[in-house]
Each structure stands twice: as structure tokens, then as C-alpha cells.
């Protein structure tokens, strides 16, 4: 088992514990994992010096602990987290700023070399498919950015960047355009943005490119990167994931949306659904404006909740809370539509447009 | 080692393994290590309690691109060092008074 697999599995097993305290028990083992890593134990051996995962998950349920109150000390370090993740976000932000002036220069060119950090070739590339008949689109990476970008084209592409330690799968099969990359670096080279702060490596992302109108589902997975995507006018299902970055959505359309990531913010920007949507993270704040949905569900730690959603007040049946801080919702029942917001030690302020 | 009494001795050891100078997860592991066997899911939960007492403070440091979780012993927890020297006086009295009975049983 990698160590991905064995995070992947070990996340399910906890599925029991509260979220927040579930990342944190994660992020410690993955911390001490990668530590090992870092002084030369190979990753199947530092996996396997963890111990069977069900036996681990077993022992870390079985010490599982009731809530406690905050005492000082923690108070402390969730300040200092939170800090960490404004620097991260700003450190992203820069990221992206970056990224938009590569892209770009770049956009006429199908094939172009040029010399990584460390020394090797790589080389970018593009994978196209017609949308017509694609149900999924589907990317599935590691430690990459992931931009989806919105086209008037009837073609899907995919443009990425080969590098020595990075392995991908591209393909267009039963109608799953599929995008997947394994990170082979174990770690050492995660994302410059992340280090010198504002210009992105073009190894660390992959945009795809969709028809604006695309109408099948979209799964983005990726891990310590952030996700955007923006102009997406009927989507079907939309489901992102990662870990330690941002997801920042724009202008989407879709049956449901489903947005997870951890120590990041979520931004939403005009995104309306038919279904539910759904926006969960960590330590950070997640920040909407302008949404539309019938069933929104919003749910962070140590992070604020703010912004507007469309519609009355008097629509929605509100479940609300947050502790250490104020929240002007009142928890409320009646409305046809459902509006659940949670947080710890953040402000919620929510706004209605009518 | 007994276990309940390895338990009270390696919340001190883990103390006394930041108490020079914060350390993080892997580094106290195999600080620790060097006098008694200490493995992650023995170390988390001892972390959580020391944390939670207000004996550590913890923070975070970017290291090659991730998050590194540090901790930094607090006044309180120093003095729980002190008072754990303390009660040792006590023990030594305890495994005296053991010694000697066992002795005379003979």
C-alpha cells in the first residue's frame, strides 16, 4: 500500500470521528510520515512501520475523545494555524496571478520545452477529445493545480507538463475523459509557489479545458493544490477535493456541487444549483458570494463563514451555529429550503439579496 | 515496563524531549526512542493531553512545502517537569520500602 492508499483507507476508518478532529489525527501521522520520507526511509517502509491501518484506526478510536473545552494553549495555536492559512492563501493568490500570465504566453504553443528546477527536461503537452459523447470528465492528481477553464470549442483538452518524477495517464474511454497523475517525488517537490511564493512551476498544473456548456459530471481530485474553475453553465454533478489549498469556483451552473478541502479557504462566486451544495474545509474561511440553492450546506473550523446567498431569509430553514464567535443567522424552521452553516471560532455573517 | 507507569513517565520524557529546544512529531519520536520505545499512535495521544493541560503550546512551520507541527514547552509545563522530580523522591522512598519488605519476606 502507498501512502495514499493508506491515508485514503485510514480517512474512511475515521469516517466516525468530527472532521476536524479526524484532520488533525491525519495530518500527524502524514506529517511524521513525510518526515521519514524526507531522511531517506523509502515510502513502502515508512507506510509499513505504521502498523496494519485497521489496527491503527482502531487504536486511534478507541482514544478518542469527547470534545473538550479550548484552553488557552490551544486558543494560541488556532490562532497561529490560522495565520499560516492567510499566508497560504496569499502565497496561492500570488500563485495564480503567476500562473495567468504563463498561460498566457503560452496558449499557441502545442509542445514546448524548457529546464525544471532541477536540472531535467520537461516538456508540455496536450490531450484532446470531443466532448460529444463524454458523460465524465475526471482528473485524478497529486500535488498538481488543477484549472478548469471554460471554452466555446466542442473539444476537451487537457495540457500538462511531463517531468522526470511525474507519471501520467491520459484517456478517453466509455465516456470518461480522464485525466491522472502520480507524483513520484514523494513530496520533494511540491509546489515552488509554496516556497518562493508567487510564480507556479507549469509541472504543478494541469488546466483542462471544457466546453462552457458541457452538461455531464466533473470529478477533480488533487492534493496540496489549489482548484479553480470558473464559467461552467449546465453542469451535472461537480465534485472537487484536495488538501492544504484553496478552491475558488466562479460562475457555475450545476445539478449538485461538492467542494472539500482542508487549512484553506473555499471562495464561490455566482454559483447556483438544483441540487445541493455543499462546501467543507478546515482552519479557514469559506466565502460566497451570490449563490443559489435550495439545499446549502457550509461547514468549516476556526474559520469565518461569510457572504450572500440569493433569496429571502424566510425561504430557507436554518440550521446555524459557531462557538467563540457571533453569528447573525438564527437557526429557524418553516422555509422550503434548507440552509445548514458551521463553524468554530469564526464569525458567520450571511447575507440575503432580497 | 508496566504500562501505567510507562504512561505517567512518557508524558515527562516527551516534556523533557522539548523542553531544550520545539521540536516536532518525528524528532521527538526519535529523541525518545533513544531511552524508551515511543511509536506515533503512543505519542499522539500523549501530545493531544499535553497540549489540551497547557503544558505544550503547538504552531506551525512551513517545511519543504507542507506543514510542520511544532511544539513548545509552556511554564506549566516545566513545573511539571519539576514536580515530576518530586514525586520521584516519593518513589524512591516506595521502591525503598519495597526493597526492604521483599527482603525481610525472604
Known amino acids: 500500500m502507498n501512502k495514499k492508499q493508506y491515508f485514503r483507507r485510514l480517512k474512511f476508518l475515521l469516517r466516525s470521528l468530527p472532521r476536524g478532529e479526524r484532520e488533525k489525527i491525519l495530518q500527524f501521522y502524514r506529517e511524521i510520515l513525510e518526515d521519514k520520507i524526507e531522511n531517506g526511509i523509502p515510502e513502502e517502509n515508512a507506510v509499513n512501520e505504521l502498523g496494519d491501518v485497521h489496527v491503527l484506526a482502531q487504536k486511534i478510536l478507541a482514544e478518542n475523545p469527547v470534545r473538550r473545552q479550548m484552553s488557552p494553549g490551544k486558543i494560541v495555536a488556532i490562532v497561529l494555524v490560522s495565520f499560516f492559512g492567510v499566508v497560504l492563501v496569499a502565497a496561492l493568490t500570488a500563485a495564480a496571478l503567476g500562473f495567468a500570465a504563463y498561460t498566457q504566453v503560452k496558449t499557441s504553443a502545442t509542445a514546448s520545452s524548457s529546464s525544471t528546477r532541477d536540472g531535467g527536461e520537461k516538456e508540455s503537452r496536450t490531450y484532446a477529445a470531443a466532448a460529444d459523447g463524454v458523460l465524465t470528465v475526471q482528473v485524478n492528481a497529486e500535488n498538481k493545480k488543477i484549472e478548469l477553464v471554460s471554452t466555446d470549442g466542442d473539444q476537451i483538452t487537457a495540457q500538462y507538463c511531463t517531468a522526470q518524477d511525474q507519471v501520467y495517464k491520459l484517456s478517453n474511454q466509455n465516456g470518461v475523459f480522464s485525466v491522472a497523475n502520480k507524483d513520484l517525488s514523494h513530496g520533494s517537490r511540491f509546489p515552488d509557489s509554496w516556497i518562493n511564493g508567487s510564480v507556479i512551476d507549469p509541472a504543478d498544473l494541469i488546466t483542462v479545458k471544457i466546453p462552457k456548456d458541457f452538461a455531464g459530471d466533473i470529478t477533480v481530485e488533487t492534493s496540496n493544490s489549489a482548484i479553480a474553475a470558473s464559467d461552467f453553465s449546465k453542469l451535472g454533478g461537480f465534485r472537487c477535493e484536495t488538501s492544504n489549498s484553496a478552491i475558488c469556483l466562479s460562475g457555475i451552473s450545476a445539478r449538485d456541487v461538492k467542494l472539500e478541502s482542508s487549512n484553506a479557504l473555499i471562495s464561490m462566486e455566482n454559483i447556483s444549483t438544483a441540487g445541493q451544495l455543499s462546501a467543507r474545509t478546515d482552519n479557514a474561511a469559506i466565502s460566497l458570494e451570490r449563490i443559489a440553492s435550495p439545499d446549502i450546506k457550509l461547514e468549516t473550523t476556526n474559520g469565518m463563514i461569510r457572504g450572500t446567498i440569493q433569496g429571502r431569509e424566510n425561504d430557507y430553514t436554518i440550521d446555524a451555529d459557531t462557538t467563540n464567535a457571533v453569528s447573525n443567522l438564527q437557526s429557524r424552521s418553516g422555509g422550503e429550503k434548507k440552509l445548514s452553516v458551521h463553524t468554530s471560532n469564526g464569525l458567520i455573517h450571511i447575507d440575503f439579496d432580497e | ?106
Not at chain 2, 523533557?16 to 518525528?26: L, P, Q
Not at chain 2, 514547552?73 to 520521584?88: A, H, Q, Y
Open chain 2, 1 to 106: 515496563m508496566d504500562t501505567q507507569l510507562k504512561k505517567g513517565v512518557l508524558d515527562i520524557c516527551v516534556l523533557a524531549a522539548v523542553s531544550r529546544k520545539d521540536s516536532y512529531g518525528y524528532q521527538i519520536i526519535r529523541d525518545v526512542s533513544s531511552c524508551v520505545t515511543i511509536s506515533e499512535s503512543t505519542l499522539y495521544p500523549i501530545l493531544r493531553r499535553l497540549e489540551s493541560g497547557g503544558f505544550l503550546a503547538v504552531y506551525s512551520v512551513a517545511h519543504n512545502g507542507r506543514l510542520r507541527k511544532y511544539y513548545r514547552i509552556t511554564d506549566t509545563g516545566r513545573r511539571k517537569i519539576k514536580d515530576f522530580f518530586e514525586e520521584w523522591q516519593d518513589l524512591v522512598r516506595i521502591h525503598d520500602f519495597i526493597c526492604q519488605e521483599a527482603e525481610t519476606d525472604e
